[in-house]
Structures are given as C-alpha cells and as structure tokens.
C-alpha cells in the first residue's frame, strides 16, 4: 500500500490553481474594432425651381354704388348680372321732384338778378345826387349796402340753383365703369337717403390674380413677368397674365410677399373669387451644395451630418438645409463643395469617435441634377 499524500503537498497544489485561475481572470478582453462607415464627397449642381403659388382672383375695379341724393326710387333700369356699359343709367330716384326743385331755384335766381340791378341803379342815382351835394352821406351808404345785401343774395341763389343742378344729375343713378353689376340691394318704390346702398357693380375685363411667394423667392418676381394661372373650371387652360404690383414690404406675420398679376378676360370667363393656381416659370440656381439625405440626421437643435477628420475622428457639424429633391438635399451653409460626409453607418456615432472608413470613388451625383462643376477631392 502507498502512502497517503502529506497535507502539505494538497496545500501547495491548491495554492498553484489559485494562481493560475487569478492570472486568467487578469487578462484584458479584446477591444472590439472600431466601426465602418461610408464616405462620399459632396458635389455642387445647377438646381432648377418651379416657382409656383395658389391666389384668387379679383376685379381690379369693384364699386358700392351709393345714393347721393334722399327720395324715393321711381325707376330700376338693370339687374343682377346685366352687363352695363360706363355712364349708363342704371335707376331714377324721383326726378321730377327734383326738376321742380330745380325750376324753383332758377325762379329764385331770375328774382335775386332783378333785384341786383334795382339795387345798382338806386346806388347810382344816389351817388349822382351826392356829388352835386344834393342828398346826405348816410343815404350814399345806405344805397351801396342795399346794393351789396342783393349781390350777397345772388351769389347765394346761384350756389343754391347749383345743388339743384347737380341734385338733378344725381336722381339719375349712372355705372362708373363698364362691368357686370354683381348685386342690386334696392327695389322700386323704396325711399332711400344719401350712402344708402343701391348697387355693387363689377369689371370684369381686365382681372388680376392675387397670390403670395414665400420670403426665399421674392427676389425672383419683377413687374411684367409673365405668370401662367389654371383655374378650377378649366384646369387644362393656361390663362396668360402679367406682374402689375409687387409689395413693397415682406409680411412679417406670414414671411411672404403679396403679388398681384392682371389677366385679359374678354370674353368674362373669368370671374373674381376663383380659386387660381398660379406658375412663374423655372428659376435657375448654381453652385448648390447637395448630399444624400440619408446624411442629413435631424436632432434636437436641428440638422446636422457627421464629418471624418485626418485622424479618423468623427465630427458632428450642424447644417442649414434648403430645398429636398428625390435622395438628395441641399445644404446652404455648414459644409462645402469638395468635403467628405458620412454617407452610411452613422446611427451610433458620436462626436469623436474613432472610425474606419471607405470612400465611394465618385463624388455624389444624383441622377436628375446636372453637375455644376467638379470639385477638387478632399482628405477624409
């Protein structure tokens, strides 16, 4: 039989497993490696913009036809929607309540002319009889105030025969302009007093177009411009018409500019308060800077893409971004023509990382943009 092993020698081997267990436990893991991530380099391209808007569309001339005069209505002459020609008699109120006023008036003044000249010729005998000192000085003055009330009195009596005159005119009611009258708010017979509303009356040839542009395009609308208007009713007419006001200022509330642009409308196809859709035309704009919008990572303080400097660092960069085309977007200020981005594998980078790269080897291109040059590479 062997001997059972000493205690001593259990001790020591216990002791040696220790050790090498805690020397195992003691080595370092591997670091994983650092992430990859895609590079393309940015491109400049020559970018065409619809500039496009929705407005209405307006008379340029739409008048309430008012009663200048009070009295009753004795004749209505149009209707709504009867086409009017300019100075045409639209309604009478009571002329000839107005006729006798005015005959009145001339009666009156015949009366004040008369008396004038009665006046003129006692002054003068008077007069005659003071420079031979046959009559006093108060009967001299007396005579030169008589005559002076009655001149008084006939400037006063042709102002009156004036009103009558012109009350005469104003019984016949008459069309400003040519147009289509829109309402009529009177009826026959009814007793009307000066403001009182009779007609609104509206031109239909020409009509203007109302719209807005944002703030980014009001620099591309001058007067004269042609504009192409649609219009519900007829969506597949193209209306021409042409820039006639540009606001002087830019809405502060909306950011907009106010546009208005007249249109011929001969024919009275078109009719104010129809819903228009309306085209300036393409705009024309070079050198701008676009990306992938996959880039493009949107946060908390806005836009930003992820830049790979010399060393292999990431580096957030926020970025003002402009219009959106179909995977790509503009960038108008922040990065350059000629820079590199991260084009894929950013969604865990943080500022400073350390990443592995790989450079696509044509700059980024997309296919509905024509290049506005070609930019000189730039080190990742």
Not at 24 to 52: H, K, N, Y
Not at 311 to 324: L, N, P, Y
Not at 334 to 356: F, H, K, M
Request: glycine letters at 6%; one cysteine or more.
């Amino acid at each position: 039989m062997h001997p059972h092993p000493k205690p001593r020698y259990w001790r020591s081997c216990l002791i040696a497993l220790c050790c090498t267990l805690a020397a195992c436990s003691q080595e370092t893991p591997p670091e994983p490696p650092a992430p990859l991530v895609e590079l393309v380099r940015v491109g400049a391209f020559d970018l065409e913009e619809r500039i496009e808007s929705t407005g209405e569309l307006r008379a340029v001339e739409r008048a309430t036809i008012a009663a200048e005069i009070g009295g009753r209505v004795t004749e209505v002459l149009r209707d709504e929607s009867d086409a009017v020609e300019a100075d045409e008699v639209l309604l009478r109120i009571d002329p000839e309540k107005r006729e006798l006023e005015l005959a009145n008036a001339r009666a009156q003044l015949s009366e004040a002319t008369a008396s004038v000249n009665e006046a003129r010729r006692e002054q003068r005998r008077i007069a005659q009889l003071h420079e031979r000192g046959a009559t006093s000085e108060a009967l001299l003055d007396a005579a030169n105030t008589t005559l002076e009330s009655a001149r008084s009195r006939l400037r006063a009596v042709e102002a009156q025969l004036g009103v009558a005159e012109r009350a005469l005119r104003d019984a016949e009611v008459r069309a400003p302009f040519a147009g289509l009258i829109a309402r009529r708010t009177v009826s026959r017979g009814e007793f009307v007093t000066p403001g009182h509303s009779l007609y609104e009356l509206v031109a239909m040839d020409p009509v203007e177009v109302q719209f807005h542009l944002p703030e980014r395009d009001s620099g591309r609308v001058a007067l004269g411009q042609p504009v192409a208007v649609r219009v519900a009713p007829q969506p597949e007419r193209v209306f021409e018409a042409r820039v006639s006001m540009v606001s002087p200022t830019i809405d502060a509330r909306t950011r907009t500019l106010r546009v208005e642009a007249r249109l011929p409308n001969p024919a009275g196809e078109l009719r104010p308060g129809l819903f228009a859709l309306v085209d300036l035309g393409v705009a024309r704009r070079s050198g701008i800077v676009m990306v992938p919008e996959q880039s493009v990572m949107q946060r908390a303080l806005g836009p930003m893409v992820f830049m790979v400097d010399d060393d292999g660092r990431v580096e957030k960069r926020e970025v003002e971004t402009g219009e959106h085309r179909p995977g790509a977007v503009e960038i108008r200020s922040g990065i350059e023509a000629g820079e590199w981005v991260v084009a894929s594998g950013q969604a865990r980078l943080v500022d400073g990382l350390v990443v592995r790269t790989q450079r696509r080897d044509e700059p980024f291109a997309p296919a509905h943009l024509a290049a506005a040059g070609t930019p000189e590479p730039a080190s990742p």
